[in-house]
């Protein structure tokens, strides 16, 4: 199994489009693609792809996970029986929904050109003509342009779309192949949704994050995939809670069992930030380097030990009870439709309001922990009842900043008290030198946080 990561950026092109002197030629391909996907299309509406790919009589599987501004694919060598195991054990929660079916067949004729620069390879851009089929049939087709950077940057992509540009191609939504076919990729929402839409759509929209990152957490190669999958238990935790005056108590065994999932998440991505954080700072150690390697090394095993017990929990029946449980309990979900969300915002804000006013001039680490939370959870609040609107979206902005460095605080007090306990012998030193680093930016975070917080506050005051 191979796994790259693809960086690109698609436009579209009509017949006859001429690719400009950009490098050199690419040989000529022609290849066959079947997608493949749930009935419901867990796959495509998590931004996932599963094709068979067929190549001078050569087939082969790829799985394509989303990532910030690229996507990662996974190719493995397997027939048209099905995708190969190491595929399938990344698609557990999406196997839950039924067998994978075929939804589209493109055969695609390709030509391109190698972009260089003093030896480089920067990029390829690519031409391609799509045919759909319907069995050897043609029903339909369409062209589309492709960069695909190489050893290039994003200086690179942007130069090479303005060339493409100036030569008649045009800007494109992005989207793969398999969604200008099958369209599935965007969901349309109501004009004007009521209280209780909102809510369900936020919720859906968590359980979303869980199926799309689910196989990026298991595949184990991008820290990201965790903090996202954690995000979304999270966040659908502080929605049960700030829902609670409209849905009342029909979201507690939700919430109850991703508090669970999250036992399993926090230590992983708690070692997640603390490897690279004192990493960051062993980098800086000098004489004392070789020690802080070995506290990186020792952190590098726990966490290895903290993703087993994550793996085994994401292999469970539980966890697969808990996504049915999550689908299910949002299908059923029963409120007044016609109720106000400004109010539930409000009261969020003025919890945050008395737990800030209650501080004393130093508070302890675990009082701004707590205010963290609470700032949290007026931030969803005030995305449901409408952070998209320009009237909160400042809100919800100030909330953020006042989680990000009530975070950055408590990542510093738990990477002190890491390395406090690994502090002995050839450690002592390297540890003692990280641990002032950290509180330097404990002591940061705490100068800065009051003006974060009042500034939330007072935005809060004039919006709601």
Do not use: N
Not at 398 to 412: F, I, N, P, T, Y
């Amino acid at each position: 199994m191979r796994t790259t990561l693809e960086r690109e950026l698609k436009l579209d092109a009509d017949l006859g489009f001429e690719l400009p002197d950009l490098g050199e030629p690419l040989e000529p391909r022609v290849f066959t693609s079947t997608y493949y996907d749930t009935e419901p299309r867990s796959l495509l509406r998590a931004g996932i792809t599963l094709r068979r790919r067929v190549e001078h009589g050569l087939s082969r599987w790829q799985l394509k996970l989303p990532r910030d501004e690229a996507r990662a694919e996974i190719e493995a060598p397997g027939g048209p029986a099905g995708p190969p195991e190491e595929l399938r054990r990344l698609l557990v929660a999406h196997l839950r929904h039924g067998a994978l079916v075929p939804v589209a067949t493109l055969r695609t004729r390709r030509v391109g050109v190698r972009v260089g620069d003093g030896g480089r390879a920067l990029a390829d851009v690519t031409f391609d003509a799509v045919d759909v089929l319907e069995g050897q049939r043609q029903a339909g087709g369409f062209h589309e342009l492709e960069i695909e950077l190489l050893d290039g940057d994003a200086a690179d992509l942007e130069r090479l779309a303005r060339a493409l540009r100036r030569a008649g191609a045009r800007r494109s939504d992005g989207l793969p192949k398999v969604m200008r076919v099958v369209g599935v990729g965007r969901d349309d929402g109501e004009a004007k949704p009521s209280a209780l839409e909102q809510v369900r759509a936020l919720l859906l929209r968590q359980l979303r994050e869980l199926e799309t990152h689910d196989p990026g957490v298991r595949l184990g190669d991008e820290p990201e995939d965790v903090h996202r999958f954690r995000v979304a238990t999270r966040r659908t935790r502080a929605l049960a809670r700030v829902a609670r005056p409209l849905v009342g108590e029909q979201l507690a065994g939700l919430a109850g069992e991703l508090k669970w999932l999250a036992g399993l998440l926090g230590p992983v991505r708690d070692l997640d930030v603390l490897i690279v954080d004192v990493s960051r700072g062993v980098a800086t150690l000098g004489d004392d380097r070789a020690g802080g390697e070995a506290l990186v090394a020792g952190l590098e095993e726990q966490r290895e030990s903290a993703r087993d017990r994550l793996l085994e929990g994401l292999s469970s029946t539980r966890y697969l009870t808990l996504l049915d449980l999550f689908e299910a309990t949002v299908g059923e979900l029963r409120g007044d439709g016609g109720a106000d969300l400004g109010p539930l915002a409000a009261g969020a804000l003025r919890k945050l309001r008395k737990q800030a006013r209650r501080l004393p001039a130093t508070p302890p680490d675990a009082q701004i922990h707590e205010l963290r939370k609470t700032a949290k959870r007026a931030r969803y609040a005030a995305e449901l009842a409408g952070g998209g609107e320009p009237r909160l979206r400042k809100l919800v902005d100030a909330l953020k900043r006042v989680q990000d460095v009530s975070g950055e605080h408590q990542d510093a007090v738990v990477a002190e008290e890491a390395l406090r306990a690994r502090a002995r012998g050839r450690m002592a030193v390297a540890a003692g030198r990280l641990i002032e680093r950290e509180q330097m930016r404990r002591g940061e975070a705490r100068e800065q946080l009051p003006d974060a917080v009042d500034r939330a506050l007072e935005l809060g005051r004039k919006r709601l």
